[in-house]
């Protein structure tokens, strides 16, 4: 047991959760926020949690949507957030949406009452003082260029990423697997794979020439300029390749070469977009090379124009924006401690994860497991069922041979989704021979949902 208090870094969704929920536990905290005395591109407000973009958490379906279950699990686990976020709600439907000031206001107002949370404001420029021995780092996707940099230099040249160049990502489920075929490019295994470790989705000339005419006509993200990433030639978007020549990409990410179609040997494919297993649970799939600046509900249009994905459901789409985030699964252990230095917990949007709630999730658990250890008690993580655990296994080396991972850009953040929870056996209720419609996804979206909240009842 020490007396030392529990220092974190940032005030966003993420620090505010941890200090709440460690000093619940009975620990002392001290949460540093360095805004006003230096502010930020994003932020208007000095207040504590401030939303900076949408003013949405998404939906509180928690029988079936996970970041309703997320909600949920937060909920019982006593989160200031989901309080602060339930006081202040809008009409929007299934969504819980918020009055962004008066959510804002009253987070601060109860850190800022809490008797074992001591408020500074101040920034931490660079590594926090040795002596602090129990320290989160929730500085968010804004992380300070100091202290950006001493952790880089902490944990080598491949560990933090200051741009998200991301590829959509499918659920398995929806892959039309009778058009798809399992190949690796000239069957080569490669260090952790078999020979047959991609899906291949063959276009037609014709298939193709409508792809890039579509690729060409899409809107765009409009971003503001602190957003903005330079443009790297191994991360180019798919429109700005599209852009450069209608040949281009089938000569990049959809070249055909070294593929054969099994269901059709004889006729050589015009282009192939490949799909690459993004998690070890093999429920997700990642789209190679499709980072875009695309319009969300473009991209769902366009990439259901692709043989085999005409049903796709997507995890997350694509994007390419700034965002400080660390390679967590090579340099976080699975209790978020940093491995170069076990002092250091991180939480929030740093860690790898998208979202409001998702960062506020993972500074809930950090919060927990620091007060944990400062009390002298022993805590695990929560289930890996449950919503907490699955975000927390995908950030610390749920995925697809995470030790092997060598670069930031091979691990992208991403919300909370059903890809990321272990399967669940489900059987047709007594009496009904068939399934009709989307019946069977909802079932399964009960019976994961079902599971979680009776495993996180222990945690909790």
């Not at 699990?73 to 989901?82: A, K």
């Not at 990409?249 to 040997?265: A, E, F, Q, S, Y």
């Amino acid at each position: 047991m020490s007396t030392e208090p529990i220092h974190i870094i940032g005030a966003g969704l993420a620090g505010s959760e941890a200090a709440w929920q460690a000093a619940e536990a009975g620990a002392s905290v001290v949460l540093h926020e360095m805004r006003p005395q230096r502010t930020t591109d994003a932020h208007q407000t000095h207040g504590f949690a401030e939303l900076v973009c949408s003013n949405s958490f998404r939906s509180d379906d928690h029988e079936h949507n996970a970041v309703g279950l997320l909600h949920e699990e937060m909920r019982r686990c006593g989160s200031l957030i989901m309080k602060s976020a339930d006081m202040h709600a809008l009409p929007a439907g299934g969504a819980l949406a918020v009055d962004r000031d008066g959510f804002s206001d009253a987070v601060t107002a109860e850190l800022s009452a809490h008797p074992n949370i001591t408020i500074e404001r101040s920034e931490i420029a660079g590594l926090p003082p040795a002596e602090w021995q129990n320290v989160i780092v929730a500085t968010g996707p804004l992380t300070s260029p100091p202290l950006a940099e001493a952790i880089r230099e902490l944990t080598g040249e491949d560990s933090l990423a200051f741009f998200d160049a991301i590829a959509p990502i499918i659920h398995s489920d929806s892959i039309d697997h009778d058009i798809v075929w399992a190949q690796s490019r000239y069957d080569k295994p490669g260090p952790a794979g078999t020979g047959a470790d991609y899906l291949n989705c063959p276009m037609t000339e014709k298939q193709y020439n409508d792809f890039i005419d579509a690729l060409l006509a899409a809107p765009l993200h409009q971003f503001k300029d602190w957003e903005m990433v330079p443009y790297f030639d191994g991360c180019l978007p798919i429109e700005v390749m599209a852009e450069r020549g209608r040949e281009t990409l089938r000569h990049g990410p959809m070249k055909p070469v070294g593929l054969t179609n099994p269901r059709d040997p004889l006729t050589k494919p015009y282009a192939i977009v490949q799909l690459r297993q993004d998690n070890a649970l093999g429920t997700l799939w990642n789209m190679v090379g499709f980072q875009t600046k695309m319009r969300y509900g473009v991209q769902t249009e366009i990439f259901r124009m692709i043989p085999g994905l005409e049903n796709a459901q997507f995890a997350r789409l694509g994007g390419l924006h700034r965002n400080t985030f660390l390679n967590s699964p090579k340099v976080l252990r699975p209790d978020l401690k940093l491995r170069a230095d076990p002092r250091l917990r991180f939480a929030g949007q740093v860690t790898g994860v998208e979202g409001y709630v998702e960062s506020a999730a993972i500074g809930l658990v950090a919060g927990r497991l620091a007060a944990a250890e400062t009390l002298g008690k022993l805590m695990e993580t929560p289930p890996r069922t449950t919503a907490l655990g699955a975000l927390i296994d995908h950030i610390t080396g749920g995925h697809l041979e995470a030790e092997a991972y060598s670069s930031a850009r091979s691990f992208q953040p991403m919300n909370v989704n059903f890809g990321l929870f272990p399967p669940v056996e489900i059987s047709k209720p007594e009496g009904v021979k068939r399934w009709r419609g989307n019946e069977k996804v909802m079932a399964k979206r009960k019976a994961i949902t079902t599971r979680a909240l009776q495993d996180l009842t222990v945690w909790a």
